[in-house]
């Protein structure tokens, strides 16, 4: 059994495992930094124990100081969330030296997984399909790819994550430029300057399946869109994916097990496919090893508890959860709260929460940190919160969703609602089934 549990990582999720631990009779000891000691997760673990000054790479980011926190704090699990070192298998490693169980899967799959090239043979491995494109290590054969694989195409971060590392290439003669500024990404974000080339789909839907493992069983609980997009990062998440044929959505739902199976899965994992609008091919992009930020849409359709299954997975539990007991009901939405000013172009808006009124009600959830008087540190990610709603049909869920964000009011800093708003009422996204393009063709 886990006993105490060590949660590495900050925000809005944070306070999603404090939850689930607290029924399950788990004690929490949350790592925090110095910018974080007086935050609202902060209040609300049973502990809290000093991870390092408040920039990330001395903190969350320090696979030294975070095991040392944890191990003093005589806890016998970690949870790293997602971000941060969530899918670093170094992480995984010394969390199991230092006599922890690790919550995700096993260092084989986060090993595999976090290298994006490695995950694409294994996915082929699998009888996956991919999209044309593979690795090219100097820039003479990233050259020779491009002209390979066509215009245009994407750079992609090898070790990446987030649309960190990530460019688009509609032109040869951009091609050296885009290579520089996406090597240079990956390698301030990831210590990884590697790249690789895939083609790009112009009308391209990005679609995804919660997978849940326990290293031997392995299924899913149905499909996710995440299509609408900024800077390759997500802003808005709907379950099921709308617009979506049958036979298409099987077809995903089917590949996703086939390559969890494959690898022997353990824990709550996403794999994440790009859709082509114009015929519904599918291809595999990447899986995720970890919870990810819009889990709350697949617990609505389906009523299960991921962090909770996590957290019995990692205890050794086999799943009790059978692919016939999955049965979504409704449709969910949501919505990202962001600290930053979409109007100018999603400029990062730190500072005080001088008021914070979210939305209330039936089928509608709030997963935030933030309160009046929060603080929004300038050293994170600008997530704030998620509002999710939760309809029998997706017409309902729109609906409810233009309400929810109309007696939403978050003052003191920019947000993300004035843009959420305007989504919320365009045609095509109350039609469903927009691509990545939508958000570049949205007006004010």
Not at 228 to 246: G, M, N, S, T, Y
Request: a neutral charge; proline letters at 6%.
């Amino acid at each position: 059994m886990i006993r105490r549990l060590f949660i590495a990582n900050r925000g809005e999720i944070a306070l999603r495992v404090i939850r689930t631990a607290r029924r399950m009779g788990i004690t929490t000891v949350l790592g925090v930094s110095e910018a974080d000691k007086a935050s609202l997760p902060a209040e609300q673990a049973d502990e809290i124990a000093l991870v390092g000054p408040a920039p990330s790479s001395q903190s969350y980011l320090s696979i030294e100081r975070v095991v040392a926190a944890a191990s003093a704090a005589g806890c016998d699990a970690v949870h790293p969330g997602y971000g941060f070192l969530s899918e670093n298998a170094a992480f995984a490693r010394a969390v199991g030296a230092a006599g922890m169980r690790f919550v995700g899967p096993d260092i084989a799959t986060l090993e595999g997984m976090g290298d994006k090239l490695a995950a694409r043979r294994l996915a082929l491995a699998a009888g996956l399909p991919v999209l044309p494109g593979g690795e090219a290590e100097t820039p003479e054969a990233v050259q020779a790819r491009a002209a390979e694989t066509g215009y245009p195409l994407l750079l992609k971060a090898v070790a990446g994550g987030g649309g960190k590392g990530m460019r688009r290439v509609d032109r040869p003669e951009d091609l050296d430029a885009a290579l520089a500024m996406a090597r240079a990404e990956a390698q301030a974000s990831f210590g990884n300057a590697a790249v690789y080339v895939e083609r790009f789909v112009a009308l391209g839907r990005h679609v995804e399946v919660q997978l849940l493992g326990d290293g031997t069983a392995a299924l899913h609980l149905g499909t996710r869109d995440c299509s609408i997009q900024r800077r390759f990062q997500k802003l808005v998440e709907e379950a099921p994916a709308p617009a979506l044929p049958d036979a298409a959505r099987g077809a995903i739902e089917q590949a996703a097990v086939r390559l969890a199976r494959h690898i022997g899965y353990r824990g709550a994992g996403t794999a994440e496919f790009l859709v082509d609008a114009t015929d519904f091919a599918f291809y595999f992009l990447e899986l995720n090893a970890r919870i990810q930020v819009e889990h709350p849409v697949t617990e609505a359709i389906t009523g299960v508890d991921l962090v909770e299954q996590q957290l019995l997975v990692a205890m050794g539990k086999p799943l009790t959860l059978t692919q016939t007991m999955i049965r979504p009901r409704g449709h969910a939405i949501e919505m990202r709260i962001n600290a930053e000013d979409p109007d100018a172009d999603f400029r990062p808006a730190p500072g005080t929460v001088t008021r914070a009124a979210w939305p209330a009600g039936p089928g509608i959830r709030i997963d935030t940190h933030i309160a009046q008087g929060g603080q929004i540190p300038p050293f994170y990610d600008s997530l704030m919160g998620k509002l999710i709603v939760h309809g029998a049909t997706r017409a309902d869920a729109v609906t409810l969703l233009a309400r929810a964000l109309g007696s939403l009011a978050i003052e003191g800093v920019a947000t993300t609602a004035s843009l959420h708003r305007r989504i919320a009422a365009d045609p095509r996204f109350i039609a469903g089934g927009v691509d990545t393009g939508f958000l570049g063709g949205l007006r004010p």
